[in-house]
């Protein structure tokens, strides 16, 4: 199988909101930071450099330019794995690799391989969402995590005592990367499909929605979250930068969300509302 790299040289503030960009789309498989910015593997099948065009043309104020090459299938994991290290979120949860060798206990512990999908702990979004996910209470609640990634949300809700968990994302890579860390962490409970919330039953409700996604993606789907979150709900969100926040919250009011708090971390934000 051949791949194409897409060498993105960009302003280190905007390598991490291009990455989540990118993972939406079909076909990028890995991503792998640089100093000048990073390189983006996506399968030759797959490739639409129309679509590329796209997603950098929202960033046109920007100084941003990129480079094409092919080359054939590799372990691009183990080049990453090099610099995966394990991570404290709060001093309360401990996220690592399974060849990490830990000592120190934690109240919660969640076992991440790296396979390049996104969502570690380390981008300041993930970090974010546990955060908030420590304080909220999951005790017999059920959970929707829209966009799920590694699946690294999901699994936190198991572990603080959710009893139902939906995780679903458009990326099949992402989806099959989920299952293994749902797997790992002994999480086999947990709904697992490959699509988008447009395909969730609309007659189930859920008492928190976790969606870690970009800022165009959750202005979409705002009144979907809406309409699947139980009375006093909450829907805890991230994946766009402090100046993106009016604007989720704008929409948010829209329907009826109201701000409960809001959190920021190396430029980026997280919000949490109530229904």
Request: hydrophobic share 40%; with cysteine.
């Amino acid at each position: 199988m051949k791949y194409k790299i897409i060498q993105i040289i960009c302003p280190e503030d905007f390598r991490d909101i291009l990455i989540a960009e990118l993972s939406q789309l079909q076909g990028y498989d890995s991503f792998l930071e640089n100093d000048e910015g990073f390189e983006a593997y996506v399968k030759v099948a797959h490739f639409d450099e129309k679509t590329l065009k796209q997603v950098l043309h929202r960033y046109a104020t920007v100084n941003i330019s990129y480079t094409l090459q092919e080359v054939a299938e590799k372990n691009w994991n183990v080049e990453w794995e090099s610099n995966f290290e394990p991570l404290i979120v709060e001093e309360q949860c401990l996220v690592h690799a399974t060849f990490h060798r830990i000592a120190k206990k934690y109240p919660y512990e969640i076992i991440i391989d790296p396979k390049m999908a996104f969502g570690t702990g380390h981008h300041a979004t993930t970090y974010l969402m546990l955060s908030w996910q420590l304080e909220i209470d999951h005790q017999g609640k059920t959970v929707m995590d829209a966009g799920c990634g590694t699946g690294i949300l999901s699994i936190m809700a198991i572990q603080r005592g959710a009893t139902q968990v939906l995780a679903f994302d458009n990326n099949e890579w992402a989806v099959e990367n989920s299952k293994e860390n749902f797997d790992i962490n002994q999480c086999n409970q947990i709904r697992l499909f490959q699509g988008t919330v447009a395909e969730v039953d609309k007659a189930e409700k859920f008492d928190i929605i976790l969606a870690n996604i970009n800022r165009n993606v959750l202005l979409e789907e705002m009144d979907q979250y809406m309409h699947l979150l139980h009375p006093a709900g909450c829907l805890l969100l991230s994946g766009f930068f402090q100046e993106d926040a009016p604007l989720i919250i704008e929409r948010a009011a829209e329907t009826r969300l109201q701000l409960e708090g809001k959190r920021i971390q190396d430029r980026w934000s997280s919000l949490l509302f109530r229904y």
